[in-house]
């Protein structure tokens, strides 16, 4: 019963962990309510009923205390701004609430399970290649500006989805033992996976592409010649890749000569419009029902500031960020700590990766993407050293 029971909650994460990529997609028309996603969430929180008492405190200590301290900052400066509260869900953000206590689900899986990590990597990974073939297929497609949006995916999130999911098949090409059977394998999962940034029009995760890159050859554990040996072919490769990109995308390069030339990504108006709010509430914020009313306020627009921290910072002011850099700061801290351990750089990467987004990305804030890799970068710590490992199957065969 107990194995039955594992293996129920095991299937509940994969499902979940390929509904994440279509997060937008409501298949039933019930106004973004009851989307595959949040059907997925509520199956994999069930099956975690049986298992509670396999539960870590002090995963909920380190990560889940400063989060949910942030959320109870929110609620009291609702309270003083109850102006703008209609239900009372909305005082403590009930979405955000739920991710958090789902990160801290899957974490705690990871915990439990350090071998089911790379296979939930691996499912994300082949849910963007689904998500590509459906692209191609014109199957749940809709062109907006010229940009597609995939089952109702914001373009620049699925950017950012595709390149995540290209800078794990890439530690996975340069991290493990070489093969040139894995190299030429792992190019042509990589090519639908570009493909896809590309499509989407957003020049934030295109020019992650380079970033990610670039933080590989810094932090690899290899010589200084071999860094520069492949730092040179990265560079030739990144340009050519970035000339191709602009000669055969119209689009894309208007939309990166209009930054240049006028020095606005989009967001600008958003980022004046949230410092303005933040300067005039600044110890604990307006609480998360005034955020648009407050940005109407000011900027005569009622949008989200486009950055997950400026919306902490004017939902919770000083307060509620300090709580919610505490969380970000301690996933730094051990992913630091794990890879001067491990050597393993994909998870840094990714890290960087992720915040590098929520820094620009609109209403990221409820987004199960972010949480999710969340729980996935704090499960990577608990994964054994290639040492650790030939230990780990030594004493399981001699037991």
């Known amino acids: 019963m107990i ?10 994460l994969y499902l979940l962990v390929l509904s994440i990529t279509f997060e937008n997609w409501d298949p039933f028309n019930f106004g973004g309510t009851l989307s595959v996603t949040f059907m997925a969430s509520v199956l994999y929180i069930l099956s975690w009923l049986p298992k509670l008492k396999e539960l870590s405190l002090s995963l909920f200590k380190k990560f889940g205390i400063p989060l949910l301290l942030f959320i109870i900052t929110g609620f009291i400066s ?20 739920l991710l958090i206590i789902l990160m801290f689900l899957i974490a705690n899986h990871y915990y439990n399970d350090q071998t089911i990590l790379p296979k939930t990597l ?27 949006r995939i089952f109702g995916e914001n373009p620049n999130i699925m950017g950012m989805k595709a390149l995540i999911a290209f800078l794990i098949v890439l530690s996975n090409m340069l991290e493990t033992n070489f093969s040139l059977k894995k190299i030429l394998f792992g190019s042509l999962i990589m090519i639908p996976l ?35 040996v492949l730092g040179l072919f990265g560079i030739v490769g990144s340009i050519s890749f970035f000339l191709f990109v602009l000669a055969n995308n119209v689009d894309f ?10 020095g606005d990504i989009g967001r600008n108006l958003a ?9 005039n509430n600044p110890i604990i914020g307006v609480g998360f029902p005034a955020a648009l009313p407050e940005m109407y306020q000011e900027i005569g627009i009622a949008m989200d500031p486009h950055n997950v921290f400026l919306y902490v910072a004017m939902t919770t002011g000083l307060v509620g960020f300090c709580f919610f850099m505490i969380f970000i700061w301690r996933i730094a801290k051990i992913l630091f700590l794990s890879y001067k351990k491990n050597g393993k750089i994909v998870y840094l ?22 949480y999710f890799f969340f729980a996935a970068l704090i499960g990577s710590t608990f994964l054994l050293s290639d040492h650790e490992e030939i230990e780990h199957t030594v004493k399981l065969k001699k037991n």
């Not at 609702?78 to 609430?97: C, G, P, Q, W």
């Not at 990467?349 to 972010?370: D, E, P, R, T």
């Open 78 to 97: 609702t309270a003083f701004n109850s102006i703008y509260l209609d239900e009372m869900k909305e005082a403590y953000h009930y979405r955000v609430l």
């Open 3 to 12: 194995e039955l029971l594992k293996k129920l909650n095991n299937y509940c």
């Open 194 to 228: 570009l493909s896809l940034v590309i499509a989407s029009g957003s020049r934030g995760a295109f020019l992650s592409v380079f970033i990610g890159l670039a933080l590989f050859v810094v932090f690899m554990r290899i010589s200084i010649g071999k860094k520069i």
């Open 349 to 370: 990467v990714i890290f960087f990766i992720i915040v590098l987004n929520m820094a620009k990305a609109g209403g990221g804030i409820s987004m199960i993407l972010f």
């Open 253 to 262: 390069q208007r939309r990166l000569l209009d930054s240049v030339e006028t």
């Open 271 to 279: 980022w004046v419009g949230a410092q303005k709010v933040i300067e």
């Open 122 to 148: 691996l499912l994300y990974v082949l849910s963007i290649l689904v998500m590509f073939l459906l692209y191609k297929l014109g199957i749940g497609v809709e062109y907006i500006s010229n940009r597609p």
